[in-house]
């Protein structure tokens, strides 16, 4: 677990906060058992909108099955959602931390899926302190999913996610409050690092698709 170079104490109250609340559940699970993913919390977007969301940024190591693979997730993985930019903007006030086992698909929008999730423990506190989310809804890449999604039809958009220009499966979170709109609306988003592995399969099914026509 990150918690921010937290001293030992407050890691130990983590983890046993954890380990009493999946007691409940009969689960048992402590801080080491969750795969830490990065997120974007739903709490502090620029346009907040009926419906909320968890959006996945980087997986990390979870649904890793060897360093030569992207990652997948899959029903049932034990994640540990952080806002990493809440902690750097509020001057460490707050921490944003959602503990849960990623639930079934529910339904896909333009370049995410979105699952239910279990929850474990969520709290907005760099002290621990148990509060009730406002969404149990976890967004994640299209190209970080598994195919059990791949079967559920495109829904319009209504999480204000920001499509990629010229790639109809390809978006970015929604923005937070401190981040700068886009100079002009309609503006190109340059595609990120990180979406290199399904811009390359993308490409190879177009090709695939012309040669067989």
Sequence with gaps: MSMYGATPGIVEMWDRLLRDHSKNTGKHLSATDYSIVKAVSPYLWRKPTSLSAWFIEEPGQAGRIDPSRESRLTTGIALCLEDRSVTSKTSSTEFHVYYCRLGVPMFREGGYTF??????????KYFPCEDTPISTIIAVPNYHTCENGRYLSIQPNMFGQRMITGYSNLALPPLRVWEKEEEEEGDMLKPMVGFSWYLNQEESMKKEGEEGM
């Design 115 to 124: 699952y239910s999730s279990e929850e474990h423990f969520f709290s907005r």
